[in-house]
């Protein structure tokens, strides 16, 4: 059995009681360690489930049959930082396992996709979301989906790169000036600076790319948005975050 646990966007503490007892029970626990910051010690998950966790990189989940494998014959967990399928990666693993007849189950948490509403932007008004690689020279998706959603008067919720294993993780000054250069976009341009969404060291802060970056921020992951036209009680909620 393979068991795909959500683990929210704080600490141990947000596993729900549901996945806390599934983990208790498992022969093997891998906990993704690639596509998010993780914000807490792997000790301290590790005394809450009383197992010993095993960080697992992108090669282990995309490459070896390591997981599945052990799957077949053991109860095995595999823990996601926000929720299970906020990264494609995750949907590949969990078809390969069913192609190898491994039963399947999922505990879903929070994620930055729901988080985001913490802005007070209404999240039946986000378009496609972008993603913006450290290398982004010669990379247009991007501004291809803001000015896509723009059209359409969605707002951008822009994912910011990170490397969890080498420590490196973007900061949203490196996304305003991707979006100032490439974009052309004006510093008046109005936008959001979300950092640790979800956390008990959440900040968002709102005005515009001029104001924004004159922040020093350094909690991540950090995101930003760039929102289209707003409604009134859009408005009302912005105020809050407003510098």
Request: hydrophobic share 45%; charged share 25%.
């Amino acid at each position: 059995m393979l068991t795909f646990i959500g683990l929210g966007l704080g600490d141990e503490q947000d596993l729900t009681l549901r996945a806390l007892e599934t983990l208790k029970k498992c022969d093997f626990i891998y906990l993704e360690n690639y596509t998010s910051f993780l914000g807490f010690k792997l000790e301290t998950l590790e005394k809450l489930v009383s197992k010993k966790v095993m960080l697992a990189d992108r090669e282990l989940v995309e490459s070896s049959n390591e997981i599945i494998t052990h799957a077949q014959d053991h109860r095995v967990a595999f823990l996601v930082k926000g929720d299970v399928f906020s990264a494609t990666t995750h949907v590949d693993l969990f078809l390969r396992a069913k192609k190898e007849d491994i039963n399947c189950k999922i505990i879903h948490n929070a994620s930055i996709l729901t988080a985001v509403g913490d802005t007070g932007l209404s999240l039946y008004k986000f378009g496609k979301v972008a993603s913006l690689p450290f290398n982004f020279e010669h990379i247009r998706t991007p501004l291809d989906i803001y000015v896509i959603n723009k059209n359409n008067k969605m707002h951008t919720l822009v994912l910011l790169d990170l490397d969890p294993k080498e420590g490196k993780y973007m900061d949203f000054k490196m996304a305003f000036d991707y979006f100032l250069k490439q974009g052309n976009l004006p510093l008046t341009t109005f936008a959001f600076v979300c950092a640790g969404l979800g956390t008990e060291h959440e900040i968002i802060k709102y005005g515009t790319i001029k104001d924004l970056l004159v922040l020093d921020l350094s909690v991540y992951p950090q995101c930003i948005i760039l929102p289209s036209e707003l409604h009134f009680m859009e408005e009302e909620f912005i105020a809050l975050h407003q510098l």
